[in-house]
């Protein structure tokens, strides 16, 4: 079945005051909005991405603006909505949702954050139907929260990989890999056509330990906000994440500790990466022989975790 992109996403009124205020004025005179998403769906190890965005809605004001048509992009059957059930009846049904939000930060700086669910269909036409969003809003940067796992210890700072249309918009952070083939994510297609469209695209993707990519990390969804601040100067409240990543850490050290064998595989990962760090000042990846991973090991490590999380789901 053909999908039509007006035909995915419906503007609600709260949706008013930014379509006049952008539609005031010449082009040159209007202040850019930026979008965040965290539609890293199967890419989001350790769902740091998608704990970024709830973090951000539930510390921030915010109203929805759009919604995006998840009965037509979401495969109930891939990923299955809750039901609860009590008793003798049926009590609640929670939908999948798609939704675009107007978020003001802590200086009232207002923007964009379009969280939910990642389509599993017509991701051409979703992707459409987010561009037309991006031009009616005038939005002039896109950035992309995601999550991968790596071979890094969780007892070392969170570092990220970062990717963007144009390599100006990610000056300051370094390029470590050629050419790499993974299997592809409606985040990294949008930001491929966001680009063919000539508008400004980017992401963070923060390296999540291996061992935690099933678990959660909430110490890789503070750092994704973090390197949001710093790439959009956005002033977003990080206190709570700082805490729990700070409560987190010390749950994982007390399970570690118990098994003489984790033990041994984490103090090898740390290895590896103060070797790295010594050897590439001012770097922020490592892999086995602390050398930079190859795009064939990059892509193996994505296929596992993606066979895992099929594994789960079944």
Not at 71 to 94: C, I, N
Not at 235 to 244: N, R
Request: hydrophobic share 45%; glycine share 8%; proline share 6%.
């Amino acid at each position: 079945m053909r999908h039509h992109p007006e035909d995915l996403v419906e503007f609600l009124p709260e949706a008013e005051p930014l379509l006049g205020r952008e539609a005031a004025g010449s082009p040159g005179e209007r202040r850019g909005l930026v979008l965040v998403h965290d539609l890293a769906g199967e890419f989001d190890a350790a769902h740091a991405g998608a704990l970024a965005g709830s973090h951000l809605l539930a510390s921030l004001p915010s109203r929805v603006i759009a919604r995006f048509d998840a009965d037509s992009l979401v495969d109930y059957r891939a990923h299955r909505p809750r039901m609860t059930f009590d008793g003798d009846h049926y009590e609640s049904y929670t939908a999948p949702e798609i939704l675009l939000h107007a978020v003001e930060d802590d200086a009232g700086e207002t923007f964009l954050l379009l969280h939910g669910a990642e389509p599993d269909f017509a991701w051409e036409a979703f992707v459409a139907a987010v561009t037309a969003a991006v031009q009616r809003l005038g939005v002039t940067r896109v950035v992309a929260l995601q999550a991968i796992p790596m071979p890094v210890p969780h007892t070392r700072p969170v570092t990220v990989t970062a990717h963007a249309t144009r390599r100006a918009l990610i000056e300051s952070y370094p390029v470590y890999w050629g050419e790499v083939r993974i299997p592809g994510s409606v985040a990294a297609l949008l930001e491929l056509r966001l680009g063919e469209a000539g508008v400004d695209a980017l992401g963070v993707a923060a390296h999540v330990p291996h061992y935690l990519a099933q678990a959660t990390f909430p110490a890789a969804s503070l750092t994704l906000l973090e390197h949001l601040g710093r790439l959009t100067g956005l002033i977003l409240p990080t206190e709570a994440l700082q805490e729990a990543a700070e409560t987190h850490r010390t749950e994982v050290d007390e399970q570690i500790a118990r098994s003489p064998e984790n033990t041994s595989v984490v103090a090898a990962l740390e290895q590896q990466y103060d070797q790295f760090a010594a050897a590439r000042e001012g770097s922020d990846l490592l892999s086995d022989l602390g050398e930079v991973p190859s795009g064939e090991e990059i892509g193996a490590e994505f296929e596992r975790f993606l066979a895992e999380q099929d594994r789960r789901g079944d």
